[in-house]
Structure formats: C-alpha cells, structure tokens
C-alpha cells in the first residue's frame, strides 16, 4: 500500500499551490482520503477530507474557504488545491486514508513540504 504526494514547493504569501496523492497497492473504494500537515516544531493536525463518494468534505477552520479537496477515484487520486496561502500554512503535508474516518488515519503517504514566504 503506498500513498504518494507530490506537489509541493516554495510559494509567497497570497499564491496557491495544488496537491496530489497517487494511492497505489489496493483499492481505497469505500475508504475516506485527506491530508494532514506538521508545522516546524509543531504537532500533525487535520486539514480536510473528503468521503469516497464525494458527497462530504471537511476542513480544518483554518484552511475554510482557502483549500479545496477533491478527488478522481479512476485515478485513485486525491488533490488539495491551495489557495491564499499564508506563512503559517508553512508545513510538510501528508495523504493519508482509511476504512472509517480521519481520526487515527490508517494509511500515511510520505510528507511533501510546503512553504510559504511573507
């Protein structure tokens, strides 16, 4: 099972950058997709979700109206478009899935980091 992101980079403050996570090794069919990321010295946190069917997505407060989440289950693919970003978005970011819900995600991609510059 392998989770793979990439997208990430150096952005200024304000521009937008867009996240992908290829999901290889099994079938994620049924399972919820989304991302974490972890600030410099800081904890992991939720940024959003997203439901296999697509029907519900969740953010992080600090991220509404700024990212959207998607996804292309033909693709096995999750995306997290970025967009208005801000120096405390500066983070790595990681995909992550599961059977049930975020809470203690099961699956884990390697991080891809993300900075944002004032």
């Known amino acids: 099972v392998q989770l793979q992101a990439s997208g990430g980079g150096s952005v200024q403050a304000g521009g937008s950058l867009t996240l992908s996570c290829a999901a290889s090794?099994?079938?994620?069919?049924?399972?919820?997709l989304g991302w974490f990321r972890q600030p410099p010295g800081e904890e992991r946190e939720f940024v959003a979700g997203i439901t296999w069917t697509a029907l519900r997505s969740t953010y992080a407060d600090s991220v509404k109206g700024r990212f959207t989440i998607s996804k292309d289950n033909a693709k096995n693919t999750v995306y997290l478009q970025m967009n208005g970003l801000k120096p405390e978005d500066t983070a790595v970011y990681y995909c992550v899935a599961d059977p049930r819900t975020l809470s203690s995600p099961t699956y884990w991609g390697q991080g891809t980091l993300v900075t944002v510059s004032s």
């Open positions: 090794g099994r079938t994620f069919r049924g399972y919820t």
